[in-house]
């Protein structure tokens, strides 16, 4: 992750070696990090942290290989839909089960012993120089998860 301090809604899923996250960052033009990030981009810090509402997508699937996009499109009500989908899947009622947001992101779930792991399929959006990818997600702790959902939501509102 950037070493830049970053506030703002964000759903990680996975751990920390391989996940998927849904984010808008906003960061702090007067924040010291920001500031030689901006200097060293040839920005005004203003310029460098952006506006604040745009949505992003990342993944890592090691420590060298990982990216994002933006997703310009992307609403609050759209993140918090995605988010209510999944909380609202993870009992495997009907077994495992899949998630979209958007065209970008496809989640399907599975059981795994106390847990729940995840194949992502990503599909960056047309203009983005990248090539559709899949991530194996190892099994996370589905309460954990839960909880992060519910907090994710919160920061929503």
Excluded: H, K
Excluded at 99 to 114: F, H, I, S
């Amino acid at each position: 992750m950037s070493p830049i301090g970053m506030e703002g809604p964000a759903l990680f899923i996975g751990t920390e070696e391989t996940y998927v996250a849904l984010l808008r960052p906003q960061l702090d033009p007067a924040d010291p990090e920001v500031r030689l990030a901006a200097e060293q981009a040839g920005v005004s810090p203003e310029e460098f942290a952006g506006p604040g509402n745009v949505w992003a997508l990342m993944w890592e699937q090691s420590a060298d290989e990982g990216g994002g996009f933006e997703l310009p499109g992307l609403q609050d009500a759209e993140a918090e839909d995605f988010a209510d989908r999944l909380l609202a899947e993870l009992s495997f009622e009907t077994g495992p089960f899949i998630v979209g947001a958007g065209e970008v992101l496809r989640l399907q779930a599975y059981p795994a012993g106390d847990g729940c792991r995840f194949v992502s399929t990503i599909t960056p959006p047309e203009g983005e120089e990248l090539a559709p990818l899949t991530l194996d997600i190892p099994a996370v702790s589905t309460e954990a998860l839960r909880a992060d959902l519910e907090d994710f939501r919160r920061s929503l509102a």
